[in-house]
Each structure stands twice: as C-alpha cells, then as structure tokens.
C-alpha cells in the first residue's frame, strides 16, 4: 500500500530530502573549498538522517509493487542503502577531520545515489509504480 499524504504518494515527496542535501554538499565539496566545509558535513549528516523516513515509505510502497517491479525495487533499495552507507561514512571521515577521505567517498555516494534516483524513476515514470490510473 502506498504511504499517501492529502491524496499524493509520500515516498517521491521524501526523496527530495536525502537528494537535496547531498547534492548542496556535493556543490559545496565542488565550488566552497575548505571555507564552507562544516556546511558539506552538516549537509552529509543531515541527508544520512532524512533517510530514515524516506526509506520506510519506500518500503511500505514496495509491498504494493508487481512481482517484476518488486525486483527493480530491490536493486533501487540496493543502491540507495550503498549510498547511504558511503555518505555515513563519507561523514564519519569529515567528522574525524579526513576530509579528503570523506570528499571520495561522499563522490562515490553521489554516483550510487544517481543510480538509486535513476532507478525509482523508472519504477514511477515508466512503470507507473503509485500512481492511480482512471
């Protein structure tokens, strides 16, 4: 069953979440040099707690999924729980003052996180994973 908030699934709501503040550190790793460091940590903290509720909703959602869409879903859930394990540890690195540690692996976070995002919109966008039909 989907997670529904005032009619609209609540699971792609989440995602903005974890997305926006790894990619606002991202661009901050990019373009803020050490200066705007504490932020980059901040943001990957940050992002690393937001999934929490993020990825409940998307387990509830993927009890409602097909047999075939079940399956993509697992390897969504495959690449976003490896994005998160290298954004936690991209800011245990940054926490423990690595910062060049934790700038690889929050990049390595990034690319999985890409391939998570890629992944769920294919179930929403072509599969129609949530959405009501007429």
């Known amino acids: ?10 699971h792609p709501v989440l995602t903005d979440l ?9 661009v901050l790793d990019l373009v803020g040099g050490e200066r705007h ?3 980059a940590t901040l943001l990957t ?9 993020t990825a409940a909703t998307g387990a509830a959602d993927w009890r409602s999924l097909d047999r075939r869409s079940k399956r993509l879903g697992l390897v969504h859930a495959a690449a976003n729980v490896t994005a998160t ?4 540890a991209s800011w245990l690195a940054r926490r423990r ?3 060049r540690r934790g700038l690889w692996l929050g990049h390595a976070g990034a690319a999985a996180a890409t391939l ?3 992944l769920g919109g294919e179930l929403v966008f072509r599969r129609g994973a949530g ?3 007429p």
């Open 85 to 88: 394990a290298l954004y936690t």
């Open 131 to 133: 959405v009501e039909r």
């Open 45 to 53: 903290g940050l992002g690393v707690l937001s999934v929490v509720p």
């Open 37 to 39: 460091a504490p932020s």
């Open 97 to 99: 003052g690595e910062r």
């Open 116 to 118: 998570g995002g890629a």
């Open 18 to 26: 974890p997305i926006g503040f790894w990619t606002s550190a991202w």
């Open 1 to 10: 069953m989907t997670v529904r908030v005032a009619g609209h699934p609540l």
